[in-house]
């Protein structure tokens, strides 16, 4: 295979965001084939020497964040508004080229950009850059503007229609599941490759080493305590009352406790004091451990350790994840991965996708019941039918959602982009 300059395109590329951590994958996927990969987002944690930092391309960066809360609240655009979102445009637009002729990117690869309307000026950059050069592209989408009640009432629906996502000859589009792709295709009439979210299930995870054996003494958690692992951030689509009402039911016969692993972000901190707040008011004991949790190991500067959410895992005896909307499902893949039982909303997408491929998990339509509650407690309690469970999830992964199905999936775009005789 020829080899190829790959450029990522996003926001932030850094971190354990669901986009950073898919990011990574292709990228992994992206040198088993050959190629080399290259990163310009606001946020960076990727190799200095294959890295552009942009930081007006993050929705955090003031400028940005000023201009985004004159969209999303009125169905009126002052001029000023236009102007200053065309200024910002014009000056990423120019960071955009450079990165492309600094690295002589030959593919490039908007990660969320030109799906959800964070950052408008850079949205864009973006497409603008596309028409202007028709460089090959794929777009990489995970979450869309109708998907997020937030972004309903706005002023810029003309750059919506134009750039979320936009329609060019030269872009390949790419969504996570199969609503989406019919949204898409119903929506703006533009077809996309349905290239699911995915783990390394050829390559088992290491488990408990020396450096992650005292998680539990770290977090103040006893050996014959139950520890309920919540692996998401702390934001209202997550649905974590109901990890803390499971965890409720379970305390007097288990002595279960619950540990988030991920702040709020970027969506702010009042969804974080309800779910406090409701922990207290039930008597949970629920630990919120970002402090500890990071995407590489290292310390805090006062003596204790900082883990990754791999070394958590291991000590885990049940995962949460109930959730009321989800892209995909990255912490559903990670706990069939590390062959934990799991307990789940049935959201639109797990009903849609996920749940027909025949997984064996506690499964919630909505609201805890009884049987959802036995279901967990005989996870919790039968050895033999837990492991028949958690194996039999890890081999339907592997078949559907291993980083070989994105592999085959890749070199299909690359040889429409390239012909067969390049690829």
Known sequence: MKRRNIGFISFRIAGTDGVSLEIDKWATVFERMGHDNYYCAGELDTPEERSLLLPKAHFTHPEVEEIQQDLFHTDVRPRAVTSRIHEL???????????????????????????????????????????????????????????????????????????YPPRLHSITHVVINGTARNQLALRSGANAALIPNVMDYDHPPSGVDSYNADVREALGIGPDDTLVLQPTRVIQRKGIEHAIELVRRLEKQDNAILVISH???????????????????????????????????????????????????????????????????????????????????NYPVFAYDIRPRGFQVALMEQFITNDVVEEVERFLHDDDYRRQAVDHNYAIARAHYSYRGLQLNLEHIMMEFFGIDEV
């Open 263 to 345: 702040a709020s972000g970027d969506e702010g901190f009042s969804y974080e004091g309800r779910v406090r707040s409701y922990a207290e008011l039930l008597g949970v004991r629920a630990l919120f451990v970002e402090e500890i949790i990071s995407d590489r190991r290292g310390d805090c500067g006062d003596g204790r350790k900082i883990y990754t959410l791999d070394d958590v895992y291991p000590h885990a005896d049940l995962i949460t994840y109930p959730s009321l909307v989800e892209g995909f499902g990255n912490a559903f893949l990670e706990a069939v991965y590390h062959r934990k039982p799991i307990f789940v909303n």
């Open 89 to 163: 445009r014009d000056e990423l637009k120019r960071g955009i080229y450079e990165f492309i002729e600094r690295f002589s990117i030959d593919v490039l690869v908007p990660e969320n950009t030109l799906a959800i309307p964070l950052n408008i000026p850079f949205g864009l950059a973006i497409s603008e850059v596309i028409a202007e050069t028709r460089i090959p592209t794929i777009g990489h989408h995970h979450d869309f503007t109708w998907e997020r009640k937030r972004f309903m009432l706005n002023c810029v629906s003309d750059y919506l229609r134009n750039a």
